[in-house]
């Protein structure tokens, strides 16, 4: 992760991973995408924005629950801009007809509001 999020092609490659069919693979993805939310000060708001588009399959999936929340959280962290977009995606996910989607989003918001964007 460390190694791969230094590189040029890390947010393809995260982008790529989390549509992949294999539960590793997606993992890795949204593991990728959480460590540049973290780490890759230079990347511009919009290097995220694709991950909002993969985020509704994501988030229906039990397995990726605890990663993908925390990922979420995590970009949501990043500054006011992208913390107002992830608010506004988990509000999203909540009219998602699954209930894990749901308890993401609530988890998601309920973390989101109590907490200040680094930036």
Not at 22 to 44: M, Q, S, V, W
Not at 57 to 72: A, E, N
């Amino acid at each position: 992760m460390n190694l791969l999020s230094k590189t040029a092609i890390a947010f393809d490659k995260a982008y790529e991973y989390c549509l992949r069919k294999k539960l590793l693979l997606k993992i890795t993805g949204l593991l990728l995408i959480g460590r540049l939310a973290l780490t890759d000060r230079e990347a511009p708001d919009e290097a995220f924005d694709p991950f909002f588009e993969v985020i509704p399959p994501l988030s229906k999936d039990p397995q990726l629950s605890i990663v993908f929340t925390r990922v979420f959280i995590q970009i949501g962290m990043r500054n006011t801009n992208l913390h107002d977009m992830a608010m506004c995606h988990a509000q999203i996910l909540r009219t998602i007809d699954s209930e894990i989607a749901k308890n993401n989003a609530d988890q998601i918001i309920c973390n989101l509001q109590y907490q200040e964007p680094r930036r």
